[in-house]
């Protein structure tokens, strides 16, 4: 009952009518309280500052001097005549004479006069007679203020006490009233939560029962929209989503074909399986490439339990890799779960990547051969530069400069390449070695930007270096980082046009230390991104070459940080240039 919309928007009313009277009620007898205590402070410093009644308070009379009548007498006296003006009326508020101890001496209230506690203020007045007790507790049931009065029989001490009856009894009236308008301002509120609950659940019910039907499958019928109001757009609303509904169901009744049709041909094969690792779909390339029959009885255990186990494949994060060969073909699997978080079964997803396996062979085979090649002609053209640089003058001047500018030239360029290419082929062989060392990473920073500032301002560039403090030190191969960043920051130098912005930044996570470097140059459009750190690719062949490229720096910058179990990759971002990222283990590979 209480679920229903109905009960709700009852109990929101009522608690807001309850809500609303608390708070105007404790304002209001807060408010009370407040205006009489500052009434009756304020009236009693009004009166006592008076110059007549301090006068008659604090000097003595002749009656006095003569012994005809006391001190206390007199007092009572002068406050008798002021009465009126003090609010001292013998029942709620009444005035007390006291010596300087508190003891009652006179007053209006001789009952309870004698009886009468010590309170802050009058406290305050014993303790000190050179202050006036008139401090107000709005918590207290009484107002009181102690004026201390010195006269020539003795010291006394003027007390003026208000029990409040006044303040509670109207608080009480006001109490009475709050309650009586509450009980008004219920029985509204329920009324009218009511009248607005049908108001607005009976269009909410239509819908209700027309969100039944189309959940059933019927879109036959639109609902009528009676009013103009949020609900009426609403119903209007459901019925464009039920039509909208109908017709995606049928969308996705012909992609569905599509893709059975597709899967049925296309050359890559895929084979799902359920938990249980039974086959639940395959297509003819999965058994043409397995060179095996794949039905209802086949298991995942039968054709894939030597790559990795289903269990291992249903509780993995993203997807798992293996490779096969069968008879002459290679085989390239990805086994990921679909549904990750019911594990509802894996799908195995087949590459026949046997064209790509020989043409990576031919190409490492080529790197190879023209490496070993081109050895012999550059020491034969380098010894030629140097003996021409030796025995200049026996050419014209000019012709001999520019044979040699040609010669070395060529040469440096032709070191430069066989130099990627040797790297290249020793990490393909497995020869490189790291030599791992703890070196600090702001110092090997500090050391690129130093060798390549000069390069930069022969461009006019502007180099920024932006450094988190306290990077720590890292476990790595000094001289081949090194490596990578001055490819990094050479190619940001060599593709950003004159007086560009190159940004280099670093910084660290938990566990990890980056570097970026950030240009304004000419980029590398997003479709090319993906494949700038493969071997001899080039995204502009004529431009790569003017400026001596090769395609193989970034290639060989991938198989160092990949050695060290690290991170390179493009940043993507909408203004013009090129961020690559760089990010390394603090201790190095192997760890974390």
């Known amino acids: 009952m209480l679920r ?27 408010s009370v309280v407040a205006f009489y205590l500052n009434d009756f402070y304020t009236q009693i410093g009004t009166v006592v500052g008076d110059r007549d009644l301090y006068r008659d308070l604090t000097q003595e009379t002749a009656a006095e001097l003569a012994g005809e009548v006391s001190g206390v007498e007199m007092l009572d006296q002068v406050l008798g005549a002021f009465a009126g003006e003090l609010g001292v009326n013998g029942s709620n508020r009444n005035y007390y004479i006291l010596d300087e101890s508190g003891a009652y001496l006179a007053g209006t209230d001789d009952e309870y006069g004698p009886k009468l506690e010590y309170t802050e203020n009058l406290l305050a007045v014993i303790q000190d007679r050179g202050v006036v007790g008139d401090k107000s507790n709005v918590a207290a049931d009484y107002m009181d203020v102690a004026i201390p009065v010195d006269r020539g029989d003795g010291q006394y001490i003027i007390y003026i006490r208000d029990n409040r009856d006044t303040v509670d009894e109207l608080n009480n009236q006001l109490f009475i009233l709050i309650m009586q308008a509450l009980v008004f301002g219920l029985v509204i509120s329920v009324l009218l939560s009511f009248l607005l609950s049908k108001t607005m659940v009976t269009p909410i019910q239509r819908l209700t029962h027309g969100a039944e039907r189309v959940a059933g499958g019927d879109f036959s019928d639109k609902l009528d929209v009676t009013s103009r109001d949020e609900i009426g757009v609403l119903t209007n609303t459901f019925n464009d989503m039920a039509g909208q509904l109908r017709d995606t169901l049928q969308q996705v009744e012909n992609e569905r074909n599509k893709l059975d049709t597709l899967f049925l041909h296309m050359t890559d094969g895929v084979v799902a399986f359920s938990s249980e690792g039974e086959v639940i779909h395959s297509n003819p390339a999965a058994a043409d490439m397995l060179h095996t029959a794949i039905d209802e009885h086949t298991r995942y ?11 291992s494949v249903l509780a993995a994060p993203d997807y798992l890799e293996g490779e096969r060969e069968e008879g002459e073909r290679y085989l390239e699997l990805l086994l990921a779960p679909f ?9 195995v997803v087949i590459h026949d990547v046997t064209a790509q396996r020989k043409n990576e062979e031919m190409r490492r085979e080529f790197v190879a ?40 030239n060529e040469s440096d360029r032709m070191t430069h390449i066989v130099q990627d290419l040797l790297t ?31 390069e930069a301002q022969k461009h006019d560039h502007t180099v920024e270096l932006k450094l988190e403090p306290g990077l720590p030190e890292i476990v790595a ?12 920051v050479s190619n940001a130098i060599k593709y950003t046009p004159n007086g560009g912005h190159i940004v280099i930044s670093a910084g660290r996570t938990a566990q990890q230390v980056w570097m970026e470097v950030a240009d304004n140059g000419i980029g590398i459009p997003k479709e090319d991104r993906g494949r700038i750190f493969e071997r001899f690719y080039r995204v502009d062949k004529a431009r790569s070459r003017e400026s001596g490229g090769t395609g193989l720096g970034l290639s060989i910058a991938k198989e160092i940080i990949d050695r060290h179990q690290g991170v390179i990759t493009t940043v993507d971002k909408e203004e013009p240039g090129l961020t690559i990222r760089m990010e390394l283990k603090i201790e190095g590979p192997g760890h974390g």
Do not use: C
């Not at 255990?301 to 269990?311: C, M, R, T, V, Y």
């Not at 060392?437 to 050391?447: C, K, L, P, Q």
């Open 477 to 488: 191969d000094r001289e081949r980082i090194l490596q990578v960043m001055m490819n990094i």
């Open 424 to 454: 290249l082929s020793r990490f393909d062989s497995g020869h490189s070695e790291l030599k791992l060392g703890r070196f600090s990473f702001t110092g090997a920073i500090n050391d690129l930007y130093n060798a390549v500032y000069m």
């Open 369 to 408: 051969n023209v490496s070993h090649e081109l050895r012999t002609p550059l020491t034969n053209i380098r010894s030629y530069a140097e003996t021409l640089s030796e025995n200049a003058g026996a050419m014209p001047p000019n012709t001999e400069k520019k044979f040699l500018g040609v010669i070395l």
């Open 339 to 347: 549904d990750r978080e019911n594990q509802a079964g894996a799908l």
């Open 301 to 311: 255990q039968d054709l894939f339990e030597d790559i990795a186990s289903l269990d």
């Open 4 to 30: 229903s919309l109905h009960m709700k928007l009852v109990m929101i009313m009522v608690l807001l009518i309850l809500s609303l009277m608390t708070v105007v009620g404790a304002f209001l007898i807060n």
